[in-house]
């Protein structure tokens, strides 16, 4: 890629395609009754979970990341030649190094593509959809293909109650361009992202990095697995994801009843209505598949925007504001026209 040699102005960025892509097999909360101590109508009541999709022994995240990626191609009706950046949001990579995005790359053509994968939890393809915005309005970058994917059942506890019922795995994506400009055209309006890294222990995978390296008593003690302050998580989320959405409708003007729908990070029911009701979105403006799907971390608000915009509950030329909230402590939003 140049470097910026001269001053720009800063271009606009359209959606132009999104993808997304679960596996076969399904985990019902019943299943759950049958592994850990807990009951269907716990999970329901506290989170509206029903049911998640675990990725095959051999699926790999980059495999996932694949197919929702030619998902989001093909209805941007591109060539993968044409991607020029390609980031992959994952707190599951297939390995530590090389990243995600080359696999990613290789898999699908994408061979002028700058790849590189980023970790932001939750957030991550807000934090990509962002990262993507600000390479093509400063003209580094023409096309771009975000992707965030999840095999967060190979990073869960199976024997913890508390977080075991919660996550599930999935792929969603979705393709950037240089957009017109034009009133009613594409247009990605605003976004917003940021963290705390003072609460990093509240959510976490304390081990096999460099802080707990991977050593045979951490395996035994499931260092390596999801470990989560519920509580705590959910109060900082209900806060951070309505000031993050809220600053968003004040910068851009945008009115609450401007806003076509919601697609929100799908963690917890719960979370979902506290944000939206503070923010002043009715319940049928606002999106929900986590009883489908479970929290699929940074791919949830991917797969849900995929979902809304294919079952038409979002159309072109509608405002739709995402909202999320992760481990980081990460939040981010964004307002997008389609
Ligand atoms: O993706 C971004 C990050 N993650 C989140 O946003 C998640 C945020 N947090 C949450 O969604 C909720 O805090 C949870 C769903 C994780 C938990 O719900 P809660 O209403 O906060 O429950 P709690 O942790 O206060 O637990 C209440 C009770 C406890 O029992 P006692 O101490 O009251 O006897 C737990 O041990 O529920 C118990 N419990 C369960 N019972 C049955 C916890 N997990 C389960 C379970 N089944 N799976």
Redesign the pocket.
Same mark, same amino acid.
């Given at each position: 890629m140049n470097d910026l040699t001269k001053p720009f102005k800063r271009l606009p960025v359209a959606l132009i395609g999104t993808g997304s892509y679960v596996p076969e097999r399904r985990l019902t909360n019943s299943d759950l009754e049958k592994m850990?101590?807990?009951?269907n109508e716990? +999970?329901v009541e @506290?989170?509206g979970i029903e049911e998640r999709r675990i990725a095959a022994p051999d699926e790999k995240t980059s495999d996932m990341a694949t197919k929702a990626a030619l998902r989001a191609i093909e209805a941007a009706g591109i060539q993968p030649e044409e991607i020029d950046l390609l980031i992959v949001s994952t707190i599951t990579p297939d390995t530590f190094t090389p990243s995600t995005a080359c696999y990613v790359q290789a898999n699908i053509g994408a061979k002028n593509a700058a790849a590189f994968d980023i970790s932001a939890?939750?957030c991550g393809f807000l934090f990509a959809l962002k990262t993507a915005v600000q390479y093509i309005g400063c003209g580094q970058a023409k096309t771009a293909l975000i992707i965030s994917s999840e095999k967060l059942s190979h990073i869960v506890n199976w024997e913890d @109650?508390?977080?075991c019922?919660?996550f599930g795995d999935g792929a969603g994506a979705a393709v950037l361009r240089t957009g017109s400009g034009k009133e009613n055209d594409s247009a990605v309006l605003a976004s917003d992202i940021g963290s705390d890294g003072t609460l990093t222990d509240i959510?976490k995978v304390p081990g096999g990095g460099t802080a707990i390296p991977t050593t045979e008593d951490n395996i035994n003690e499931k260092l390596y697995t999801l470990a989560?302050r %519920?509580?705590e998580? /959910?109060r900082h989320?209900v806060q951070h994801m309505k000031d993050s959405a809220l600053s968003l409708i004040e910068r851009t003007g945008i009115k609450p009843e401007d806003i076509a729908l919601v697609v929100p990070?799908q963690?917890?029911l @719960? +979370?979902i209505n506290a944000v939206t009701s503070r923010i002043g979105i009715p319940p049928e403006r606002v999106f929900v598949n986590l009883q489908k799907y479970g929290?699929t971390?940074g791919a949830a608000c991917a797969i849900a925007l995929d979902e809304a915009v294919r079952a038409g509950r979002a159309k072109k030329g509608d405002i739709v504001l995402m909202v999320a /909230? %992760?481990?980081g402590l990460t939040w981010s939003s964004a307002a997008i026209r389609l």
């Open positions: 850990v101590d807990t009951s716990w +999970i @506290r989170t939890a939750c @109650r508390t977080t019922v919660l959510l989560m %519920g509580n998580v /959910f989320a990070h963690a917890n @719960r +979370i929290n971390s /909230f %992760g481990a």
